[in-house]
């Protein structure tokens, strides 16, 4: 909904005339749907910088939300939004302290009474109620980028990669493993084992409810994407519920070791360093 030019001076005076009362009513009007969760200093200054914006926004003509006009106004707009969103507020109670000003300009307004108030109440209503779809948008799309950051960040501390001593590493798994988190595991677990040079490396599955078909195959492409970094995996965790689902689901691990328990899969690797290190030849003193 847009303003004509003499729609916006008129709106623009109406501010700028009674520009104290208000700010003081629409921070009053605002401040019951907060709860107290905002101090009154910091929403009075969201208010004054919107009031100022529209006040702005009046004065260049035509009043569009969408003009390069209003640009100013739409940035303070979204920086309310993205604040709110950030400080744990609704979308709700982040639009109503827009939408209080309709109430401040019916107030100013019935005083004056007229034909021609009532319909420029109406005009700026439509204006305001604008305001407030735009200011949910942008909170919507800011409380989306909040949710998709926590997410990575859950599926990150979920995929740990441990150094257990020098030249093992372990990858504990628990909960579903998905596409997306059996990828972020094979990406840490190739890179630690590059930044570690270790040779052996145990997933270990005890923290896994249930191995279905698909599990099977992201541990599987896991295992062989490590085998192409010169580490061996063993598979830990099977436990007797587990190991019937495997069989059944006729799912083959070919020579990857496997063992029950992670305490028998670090045995394991201890026997295989032991036997790689009695191979070496023994090192010549200068």
């Given at each position: ?50 009031h100022r ?46 939408y209080a ?57 979920s995929t ?127």
């Amino acid at each position: 909904m847009a303003l004509n030019a003499e729609e916006s001076g008129r709106l623009a005076g109406l501010l700028s005339e009674h520009a104290e009362r208000v700010t003081q009513r629409w921070t009053e009007i605002a401040t019951g749907s907060l709860r107290g969760r905002l101090s009154q200093a910091e929403l009075r200054r969201q208010v004054q910088e919107l009031h100022r914006s529209m006040v702005e926004a009046g004065r260049n003509g035509v009043f569009d939300l969408e003009s390069e006009s209003a640009g100013e106004l739409r940035a303070v707009l979204a920086e309310l939004s993205r604040g709110r969103a950030r400080q744990g507020f609704t979308a709700t109670e982040t639009a109503v302290s827009v939408y209080a000003v309709k109430d401040v300009l019916l107030e100013l307004m019935e005083a004056d009474g007229g034909d021609a108030s009532l319909r420029d109440y109406v005009a700026f209503s439509s204006l305001v109620d604008q305001m407030g779809l735009f200011t949910f948008e942008s909170f919507v799309r800011t409380r989306e980028g909040l949710i998709a950051d926590q997410a990575e960040q859950l599926l990150e501390l979920s995929t740990p990669v441990v150094k257990i001593w020098e030249g093992v590493v372990a990858v504990p798994l628990v909960g579903t493993l998905d596409s997306a988190r059996a990828q972020v595991v094979m990406e840490r677990l190739l890179q630690t084992l590059v930044d570690t040079g270790s040779p052996y490396a145990i997933i270990d599955i005890t923290g896994v409810p249930a191995v279905d078909t698909q599990v099977a195959q992201h541990i599987l492409k896991t295992v062989v994407a490590a085998r192409l970094m010169g580490a061996d995996c063993i598979i830990s965790g099977i436990r007797p519920q587990i190991a019937q689902t495997i069989v059944a689901l006729g799912i083959e691990f070919g020579d990857i070791a496997t063992k029950a328990s992670l305490a028998d899969a670090l045995r394991h690797v201890l026997r295989l360093s032991g036997a790689a290190n009695a191979r070496r030849p023994p090192r010549r003193e200068s």
